[in-house]
């Protein structure tokens, strides 16, 4: 069954503390990305092989299994991004439907090792690509398709309470 999309514009969390997670933006940089995902990445492994993995709490909440493979394509997705905004000067790029993702890629079904070994390395070239990141990068330009603005220090901001978030809903 479809979760009800979410149509919350969460770039709120770049002004204050997400009250859900915890997650303070304001701590974060490029240059600490790259630890932060790869902290968390033994993490999700853990939450993959509980039993429980593939079963949603409720109707309207992801399972493990899903909130992962989002995370995955999460992190093939701002790898994708955080590339448009470091090599070319004001990168645009399309809003994301997560929700029809998540229907298109079977994301319930989908089975937990690999998903477990898929989420480990996209994880691993996201954090490498954040590593790679200057100082003197962190104010280029990017824009999202619904107009959301980003320099590739929000980006890192936004980025990294979208994946500690979810770590959070799936009590990792």
């Not at 939450?47 to 995955?72: F, K």
């Not at 477990?116 to 996201?126: H, V």
Request: hydrophobic content about 40%; proline content about 5%.
């Amino acid at each position: 069954m479809p979760i009800i999309p979410d149509i919350k514009d969460w770039t709120w969390v770049l002004q204050r503390p997400c009250p859900e997670c915890g997650f303070d933006a304001s701590a974060a940089t490029p240059a600490t990305a790259a630890g932060m995902v790869e902290s968390m990445l033994p993490r999700w492994r853990v939450a993959l092989r509980r039993p429980d993995a593939t079963e949603r709490a409720d109707s309207n909440t992801w399972s493990v299994l899903e909130y992962a493979c989002h995370v995955r394509d999460v992190f093939t997705l701002f790898d994708h991004r955080l590339g448009l905004m470091l090599s070319e000067d004001d990168a645009r790029f399309a809003d994301w439907d997560q929700d029809l993702t998540a229907v298109e890629k079977d994301y319930a079904n989908a089975d937990p090792a690999e998903v477990s070994a898929e989420l480990t390395a996209e994880g691993g070239q996201i954090a490498a690509a954040f590593a790679r990141v200057t100082e003197e990068q962190w104010s280029r330009k990017g824009t999202r398709s619904n107009g959301s603005e980003f320099t590739v220090l929000t980006f890192a901001q936004y980025f990294l309470h979208d994946i500690v978030h979810h770590l959070h809903d799936v009590d990792g």
